[in-house]
């Protein structure tokens, strides 16, 4: 095999991955979803900011990191025992990763620590999750 041929091989396979990462985000925003930057603070590990788009799925909310080859969430947060501890305006060194006018919250649940950053719109709607409960479900700071 020679050079232009394995060049030419190696640009085929860059085209597919970009194509499948973008119909999967796409896809995923057509099903309801919201533009979402995390990172997550497991273990202290802080890593940089991954840009996603998160569904929300009865007391769970969903995150799908938008370049990944995997089919499921990468991470899952449930509503239950999920808490807000602080809420920022972005660093500017951490407004590329993020989208367009976002919030950051610090965030503390069964998992750990996790930092979700999304814009004015995404914000109201995982506030309006957060702090709802299905019917026959007590909350407990209204009794």
């Known amino acids: 095999m020679g050079i232009a041929e394995l060049v030419g091989v190696v640009l085929f396979v860059a085209v597919v991955v970009l194509a499948y990462f973008a119909w999967r985000r796409v896809r995923l925003l057509r099903a309801g979803g919201v533009h979402v930057a995390l990172r997550s603070r497991l273990e202290g590990s802080g890593r940089g900011w991954h840009l996603g788009v998160g569904h929300y ?26 808490e807000i501890d602080d ?23 069964n998992r750990g620590e996790v ?29």
């Open 57 to 82: 799925r009865g007391d769970e909310f969903t995150w799908f990191r938008v370049l990944s080859l995997s089919s499921g969430p990468d991470m899952v947060i449930s509503r239950e025992g999920f």
């Open 87 to 109: 809420r920022r305006e972005p660093t500017p060194p951490e407004a590329y990763a993020m989208p367009t006018g976002a919030v950051v919250l610090r965030c503390r649940g």
């Open 115 to 143: 930092e979700i950053a999304m814009g004015p719109d995404a914000l109201t709607g995982f506030l309006s999750w957060l702090e709802s409960a299905p019917p026959g479900r007590s909350i407990p700071w209204a009794s």
